[in-house]
């Protein structure tokens, strides 16, 4: 007797097992995820199975673990054809199980962590729970922290009162001498803000953190990377806007073009924080930090086109979102730089880098000629502190070589 599915799997008979009654829920999840109907009947085919197999095993609902599929995968491999993409289809029915909480959730097992280990965990939390940091920014300084760590108390009790200044200066001098300049910076930032946490939690009297060495590095050694108005307008006439793929990633580069957006603070855009109303964009930019930005006409309009005709069906409130399943918003910046990139490439625009930070280099390189002052400039940058402006006094070449002594003797 013929059994159908979501109106569109059609099976030889009806499924049985301890799944029997949550296949087409799973296949209604895969549809509006986005997969192609091969896929969909590729993945309920399976789950059937599945779930037939786990009867004759005799496993029960509640009972299902990740270790049955690698078992019936084994299983079935004794009997048909392996199809390579059968151990992610299963890993997605488990995602689903757990998700609506017909299976237990996967418990982590939870290894004994040695007290430097719990040290830094606990400096962790205060990072991200009281500071609010930006989670790169956290994952950037624990490693040199957890080093720190061990390096000053081993797999023994951590006792952060026997720490003195010239340990600090010896740890610095050590690490500093194999890092990049930007990394040992870097690292001396993360331990100045470790040293201060533990100020904080009374387990330091001393002010260990004024003991942390200085970096020699000149200020500002290099121009910002800007890509030029006429390269932007070339990328721009390149992007085929026909297309959804073409419609997204027009608007997505006219953000990081005309507002000099950050690529994560577009991939993290909401449908919520466009105020049409009013044209105001609210933007998360770093530590949680949230910036008020006009909407420009010409930004609006091509954010419109790709929510009326390019942006597919779903659930998510993320403004930009994938082209293949699972449908879902980019899972960081990455997603945009990968955009950046391959538009670029496509449009065979010779552009100082393939990164999406030129963008901004080049908004404030423009604003800066069109004589914007560098509080302006920071202000549209979202910039926490002037000093981090400050480079762009760099970028206009022309305005400096007025400022330019004449050379002794004559030009040369």
Same mark, same amino acid.
């Given at each position: 007797m013929k059994c159908i599915i979501d109106n569109q799997v059609v099976l030889t008979r009806a499924p049985e097992g301890p799944l029997a009654t949550h296949i087409n829920s799973f296949a209604?999840?895969?549809?509006?995820?986005?997969? =192609?109907?091969?896929s969909i009947h590729r993945k309920v085919m399976l789950a059937t199975c599945f779930s037939r197999w786990l009867k004759q095993q005799g496993v029960r609902l509640r009972g299902i673990t990740s270790?049955?599929? =690698?078992?019936?995968?084994?299983?079935?491999?004794?009997?048909?054809?392996?199809?390579?993409?059968? =151990?992610?289809? /299963?890993?997605?029915?488990i995602d689903f199980l757990r998700h609506n909480g017909l299976i237990p959730t996967k418990e982590a097992p939870n290894p004994r962590l040695t007290p430097a280990k719990q040290c830094a965990q606990g400096y962790e939390q205060y990072l991200r729970e009281t500071r609010a940091l930006a989670n790169a920014t956290v994952i950037n300084y624990m490693p040199f922290i957890r080093e720190f760590l061990k390096r000053g108390f081993g797999n023994g009790r951590v006792t952060l009162s026997r720490l003195r200044a010239c340990d600090v200066v010896r740890f610095v001098q050590r690490e500093a001498a194999r890092l990049h300049l930007k990394r040992a910076k870097l690292m001396t930032s993360a331990l100045r803000s470790f040293l201060q946490y533990a100020r904080f939690r009374g387990e330091v009297t001393l002010d260990l953190a004024a003991a942390v060495p200085v970096v020699a590095n000149w200020s500002m050694p290099s121009i910002p990377r800007a890509i030029s108005e006429d390269q932007i307008r070339q990328l721009l006439a390149s992007i085929d806007r026909c297309t959804t793929i073409g419609l997204r990633d027009y608007a997505i580069l006219l953000l990081l073009a005309r507002l000099g957006l950050r690529s994560g603070e577009v991939a993290f855009l909401e449908l919520g924080d466009i105020d049409w109303n009013v044209g105001l964009l609210r933007v998360r930019g770093k530590s949680g930090q949230r910036n008020e930005l006009p909407l420009l006409a010409e930004v609006g309009k091509a954010i419109a086109a790709y929510l009326r005709h390019g942006r597919p069906d779903s &659930?998510?409130?993320?403004?930009?979102?994938?082209?293949?399943a699972p449908i879902r918003g980019f899972k960081g910046a990455s997603g945009v730089g990968?955009?950046?990139?391959?538009? /670029? #490439?496509?449009?065979?625009?010779?552009?100082?880098?393939?990164?999406?930070?030129?963008?901004?280099?080049?908004?404030?390189?423009?604003?800066?000629? #069109?004589? =914007? &002052?560098?509080?302006?400039?920071?202000?549209? /940058?979202?910039?926490?502190?002037?000093?981090?402006?400050?480079?762009?006094?760099?970028v206009d070449i022309k305005a400096l070589r007025t400022l330019a002594l004449p050379w002794p003797g004559g030009a040369r």
């Open positions: 209604e999840s895969v549809r509006e995820q986005g997969y =192609a109907t091969k270790d049955h599929t =690698a078992r019936y995968l084994q299983y079935r491999g004794q009997q048909l054809r392996p199809h390579p993409g059968d =151990a992610a289809a /299963l890993r997605h029915l &659930s998510s409130r993320r403004v930009f979102l994938r082209t293949k990968s955009i950046v990139r391959h538009s /670029l #490439q496509r449009a065979g625009v010779e552009a100082p880098t393939y990164g999406a930070h030129q963008f901004r280099h080049g908004l404030a390189t423009q604003m800066l000629r #069109q004589g =914007a &002052s560098l509080a302006e400039i920071g202000e549209v /940058l979202g910039h926490r502190h002037w000093q981090t402006t400050k480079i762009y006094t760099k």
